[in-house]
């Protein structure tokens, strides 16, 4: 004979709670990548790496340790904000756990209108069929995210592009000497690697692309 198995209200209540905090944290990762500086910056580091023509150097490890680091430099601001608005009140007990999450949530918008452009905002908007918001509060937070990321790749790829252009002159500088000298069959690669690789070290190139990188979130 089975015995009775019987849950209670606040019990329920608890395995609810649960559930939303496992749901949360595994949406941990998607929330890092996604709603903070970590796209443009492992982006942009990305296109560094294809513009030298170094193959894997520096290795993917650390392209994606360097950007979670800068990533936290940036966002450190916010995470203070997040920590002291949201975090501290919750494990003191001082507020509700839906409060929690619309105070941390907050900070996290806040930096994401920052970075997002008004036409990527209007295309969501759009798509989503909402009403015209007045204000930055009338837009969701599902229409803002999109909006967010598609506004960090463009600022990427612009930023890329900035890169690309001095080593692609060195390829052509290097392809065209090559076939006037008659050797065809070298690969300019070869030739130029070389002299890109030296003038991004003569320029401090690491130093001015992380510059360049932190500075374009203020």
Known sequence: MNPDITFSLGETGSVVQLLLIITVLSLAPAILVLMTSFTRIVVVLSFVRNALGTQQ?????????????????????????????????????????????????QPLRNFMFHQTREKDLELFVSMAKIERPQTYSDIPTHVLIPSFVISELKTAFQMGFAIFIPFMIIDMIVASTLMSMGMMMMPPMMISLPFKIILFVLVDGWSLVVKSLVTSFY
Not at 65 to 72: H, K, M, R
Not at 77 to 87: H, I, K, R, S, V
């Open 57 to 105: 150097l520096p290795p993917t490890q650390v392209i994606i340790g360097l950007s979670l680091f800068l990533t936290y430099f940036v966002m450190a601001p916010t995470f203070t904000q997040l920590n002291a608005e949201a975090l501290q009140p919750y494990m003191a007990n001082e507020i509700t756990q839906e409060q929690a999450f619309e105070n941390a949530e």
